[in-house]
């Protein structure tokens, strides 16, 4: 079996910006909104949702001709629930600190949509090495757009980035750019520059 | 009467001050899928409100009776999404045996409420809140009543902005977010009502 390295580097970039889970499908949002007060920790949601799409994407494209048609969405389901749970309890015992500030989110990635959506659509059909570039695409597509926002956020809110004061003392932070409300306009905002970029890159 | 009192404030605090969807971020997905018109979102909201008050009894039993009593905490987020997606496959035969009119009506948006991150959410809440049984409902059915609340107004907001001069590149999935969050600017304003 040779493999094809276009067919591989084109799998990879596809989850970087055309088919970008956040900009351009819009699945997965929940965690986008909701952990992304911070650079870091959007950082470590990223990774953390990462390294279950691409464990995941693993196991399932090697037994997909093992699992029977009609059961094979609870079966991807239980899949994704152990490597979730093998990252909680990673998490809690190295990084407690990241474990407390992700709180739910974080056993959340089951329900998300963006897994269990590639899963359907890449990793059942494919072999095993294009469905590991297409969760390291993904992965890495979902997780840059994280931190993106988390370092907007936390720099107007915080007037820090990743835990270091960038603005001094003269700046008022702006505190609602790290409440719920925040979340929803600068993500609103960011799509919109996002579109704007892609429609004059045509 | 203390009690009832306790309930009471939980159920108000859980739909408005702690809405599920625009303070706690949960079942974004729906909320910006399914709420093109507030005909569908409200029976999207309907059906998850149904879902959310079962799933919360029925997790709360089986975390309580079956995973704590054995302790095996590890298999909690495996036995909830297991526990949600039967729930929601026997609502389904359900209502479909019983009442056509309801099926035809929530039948599309059944599967939907399985990956919905609110249910799981919900599932995931009630164990660390350390909720009674009675509690557990009434914070699953405040949970839907909230979710409901909130899609329904994105989508009335939305059918009017159809008809606005919304700029080309905020239209679709931009404008929703941005309205989203001028709502939970709005819900901020309950956050002083009670103090739980």
């Known amino acids: 079996m040779s493999i094809d390295f276009k067919e591989l580097i084109k799998d990879f ?78 998490l809690k015992a190295f990084f407690p600190g990241i474990a407390a500030s992700l709180s739910i989110f974080i056993p959340l990635i089951v329900v998300n949509c963006l897994i269990l959506g590639r899963q359907e659509a890449f990793a059942s059909k494919n072999p095993t090495h294009r469905a590991i570039a297409d969760g390291l695409g993904m992965g890495i597509g979902f997780t840059w757009v994280l931190t993106l926002l988390g370092m907007i956020r936390e720099l107007f809110g915080m007037g820090s980035m990743f835990g270091f004061q960038l603005l001094g003392e003269w700046y008022r932070p702006m505190v609602i750019m790290v409440l719920p409300a925040g979340a929803f306009i600068t993500l609103g905002i960011l799509v919109g520059i996002m579109n704007q970029i892609s429609r004059e890159g045509k | 009467m203390e009690e009832f009192n306790q309930i009471l404030l939980l159920f108000i605090s859980t739909v408005l001050i702690n809405n599920f969807v625009l303070i706690r971020f949960l079942g974004i997905c729906p909320f910006l899928g399914v709420s093109k018109q507030v005909e569908t979102a409200f029976s999207m909201g309907l059906a998850t409100t149904f879902v959310m008050t079962l799933t919360a009894g029925a997790t709360w039993l089986i975390n309580t009776f079956i995973l704590e009593a054995l302790n095996l905490p590890f298999l909690q987020y495996v036995s909830f999404i297991i526990v949600i997606a039967s729930l929601v496959q026997f609502v389904e035969m359900f209502i479909k045996k019983t009442s056509p009119v309801l099926y035809k009506a929530l039948g599309i948006f059944l599967p939907l409420i399985t990956t919905n991150c609110a249910i799981m959410g919900l599932a995931l809440l009630i164990p660390l809140n350390g909720y009674s049984f009675i509690a557990s409902v009434v914070f699953g059915f405040g949970a839907g009543v909230g979710f409901t609340l909130a899609i329904v107004l994105i989508a009335g907001l939305r059918e009017k902005l159809e008809f606005g001069d919304v700029p080309e590149v905020l239209k679709g999935v931009p404008v929703t977010l941005i309205v989203a969050g001028i709502m939970a600017m709005a819900f901020m304003g309950f956050s002083g009502l009670i103090s739980m």
């Open chain 1, 13 to 90: 970039t596809n989850g970087l910006w055309a088919e970008n889970p956040i900009i351009r499908l819009v699945i997965g949002m929940c965690p986008t909104l909701a952990v992304t007060n911070t650079a870091s920790n959007g950082l470590a949601m990223g990774l953390a949702t990462s390294f279950v799409l691409i464990m995941s994407e693993i196991v399932i494209s090697i037994i997909k001709k093992l699992i029977p048609a009609n059961v094979r969405i609870p079966s991807y389901i239980l899949i994704i629930a152990t490597f979730v749970t093998f990252t909680d309890y990673f």
